[in-house]
């Protein structure tokens, strides 16, 4: 207990990071700003986009509050990146087939000191737009480590609030298919959170995904609240333990480990 109690204080949570994404296009050309507005207004009817700068190798939006910069590149996203992320991108197992047919692409990215998520989705929007109107491969979200089939992009940026599952990838591995299962996200630390590691758990695939998403979307609505040494559940009958150390994974990283059995 004394070794517990004076152990040191856990590190503060990170800072965000930059919001951003790659619009992956099958060809160099990138659609100009009126047909991305258009696009907008089509695919988030009632939100709002204002053009701010036409130029097509820079165009500049506003989506709601936030400036959002769309820079084209008339070249594919490098291969290295699309291997990795494609690997990791359990939502669409096609991802690397599609994106061979990538010709050029866009950086979506957020460019003022708006919150972590309203930068997110506004980066969300605009790069869901763009994606309408050029017909894209595919949407790279680096910050989750994944390529995103761009309906499905669309569909959750419409639906959900917020679209976490873009913004947050979930690594899981097992000693065998019937587990126990080990994971660790990645992208909760651009958003101003420590990423969530969990280390053989014996929770079905499915309800260790869910639990982790729902875990997530509670850190975004209300801060960083689990703290070191609390308890969590699903239930009053759950009691899993919640530590803040270093991660297994990534050298040095302070991470959240939750403790489920």
Partial sequence: MLGWLFKSKPAPPPEPGPQFCMVALPQPATPDAAAVAKAFRAVFP?????????????????????????????????AGDIEAAAARSWMWPQAAAAMRSQRGHVIVAAIDNASAREAAIAVSRVAGAMAHAGKAVGIYWGNSGQIHRPDMFVEMVRDLDPPLPLWVGIV?????????????????????????????????????????FDISNYLLDNGPVLEHGHTFGRSPAEKWKVEHTTSKFREGEPVIRLHIP
């Fill in 172 to 212: 899981i591995s097992a000693r065998s298919r019937e587990g126990p299962f080990t994971l660790s996200t990645c992208g909760l630390r651009s958003l101003g959170h420590k990423e969530l590691e969990i280390i053989d758990t014996h929770l079905g695939i499915g309800d260790l995904r869910g639990t982790v």
């Fill in 46 to 78: 009632g939100k709002a986009l204002d053009i701010v700068e036409s130029d097509p190798e820079a165009m500049q939006f506003r989506s709601g509050d936030v400036p959002v910069m769309a820079t084209a590149i008339p070249l594919p996203i490098p």
